[in-house]
């Protein structure tokens, strides 16, 4: 019998980014049961998860014990070297930690946040992230050394995006407010410093334009967010807008600095590319797999007529809506056959995006044909989920 891959789940529950998660471990069963909760793993599958997390907390707290051991040491000897006239010319140098990128809006929030410890642990993440791919994409199981020093550092980032949070920084879920064009700004600039390659003067100028300029579009987003039909139409605005700035924002980079933030093992996916709009998409992607378009509406219709309860009519409604919806996507898309990340959830950033694009087209079309209670309709229009067709 095979071992389960165990992988981090890149949605953010309760103040979590990136790798943190709501399921901190899980297999494909596990996974199953706690997303439909109908399914049972079993008493050895819950024992064997349990004893993974065991591990995981005990490693996260040997990491946290030696790193405080380090900083003590350092801060020690730091003391002991340092004269007055170097403190005078410490105090002369701009704080590692501080803002780069400023905003009147979000003054008090960018203020609040240690910035040096968000950029370092971001880039500490970035080769982390790469060796948890390349031993899924084996099929091998992950290093539980790795994933936890992963978690020691996404936990400072956890505390940066609760800040942000409390800030009232605007987005879809804790993960569209860190991935603010304000907030990204500061995060790229102090990531590429702590990895020795901090923005010139002529990159700082035009990345501030560029923040700045996409920041009103971000504000007129909200300002038009109660015109929208459905919130699926809003987050797929939030979602163009981001991956507009993060490819701009990446153009301005060389080759060293894209080198120390950005992985070809791990660029554009969910869950493992911190310098992406899937941090943000991830939230609400749910995968589903599927080895047709026949396939795909049997699946999605199954799924929407257990979720809203429909009548026998509106069930038929639903039918020919999901048969022609389904075939909007092209006989090459099925094709391009899930690899070994997108099955464990780690899934193309491109195929998020066209899927949530998609999905806004289905939501418009259940909304207008299909016979749907005012409680339905409420519960559809609030939905800001998306199913990503995993082809099979």
């Known amino acids: ?128 992230m790469a060796k948890l791919a390349e031993a899924i994409a084996k099929g091998e199981q ?38 603010h064009p304000v907030i990204v700004a500061n995060q790229l600039s102090a990531a ?4 020795g390659f901090a923005l010139d003067g002529d990159q700082t100028a035009t990345l501030d334009r560029v923040m700045k300029e996409f920041a009103a579009k971000d504000q007129n987003l909200r300002l038009a967010a109660e015109g929208a039909e459905f919130e699926l139409e809003n987050l797929a605005k939030e979602s163009q807008l981001k991956h507009a700035f993060y490819t701009e924002a990446k153009g301005l980079l060389n080759k060293d600095q894209h080198g120390a933030i950005y992985n070809e093992a791990t660029a554009g996916r969910a869950g493992l590319d911190m310098f992406d709009s899937s941090l943000m998409l991830a939230q ?48 090459s898309y099925w094709d391009s056959k899930a690899d070994g990340l997108e099955k464990s959830k780690l899934m193309k950033s491109s195929r998020m995006r066209e899927a949530l694009a998609r999905h806004v087209e289905l939501t418009r079309a259940i909304l207008s044909r299909v016979d749907l209670s005012p409680e339905q309709r409420r519960n559809l229009i609030k939905s800001r989920n998306f199913l990503v067709p995993l082809p099979r």
């Not at 992950?142 to 956890?158: C, F, G, K, S, Y």
């Not at 590429?192 to 990895?195: C, G, K, N, Q, T």
């Open 284 to 331: 609400f992607a749910q995968p589903l797999g599927a080895n047709d378009a026949k396939g795909l509406a049997a699946n999605v219709s199954r799924r929407y007529k257990s979720q809203l309860n429909l009548s026998a009519a509106a069930a038929q409604q639903l039918d020919k809506v999901m048969s022609e919806w389904s075939k909007s996507y092209p006989a």
């Open 1 to 128: 019998m095979s071992t389960p891959i165990t992988v981090l789940t890149s949605l953010v529950v309760g103040g979590a980014i990136g790798f943190l998660a709501r399921d901190l471990f899980v297999d494909d069963k596990l996974s199953q049961a706690q997303s439909d909760g109908r399914e049972s793993l079993g008493s050895d599958g819950l024992d064997s998860v349990k004893s993974l997390r065991a591990e995981i907390e005990t490693l996260t707290a040997q990491n946290r014990d030696m790193q405080s051991a380090l900083d003590r040491k350092l801060l020690a000897k730091a003391g002991a070297d340092t004269t007055g006239e170097e403190d005078d010319a410490a105090s002369k140098v701009p704080n590692p930690g501080g803002v780069r990128f400023e905003s009147d809006e979000f003054h008090a929030v960018l203020a609040g946040i240690d910035w040096g410890l968000v950029g370092n642990n971001m880039k500490e993440m970035v080769p982390l």
């Open 142 to 179: 992950p290093d539980l050394a790795i994933t936890a020093e992963m978690q020691r550092l996404n936990a400072d980032l956890v505390e940066a995006a609760k800040t942000i949070r409390d800030g009232k920084v605007p987005g879809s879920g804790i993960n569209g407010s860190f991935t």
């Open 192 to 195: 590429l410093s702590a990895a």
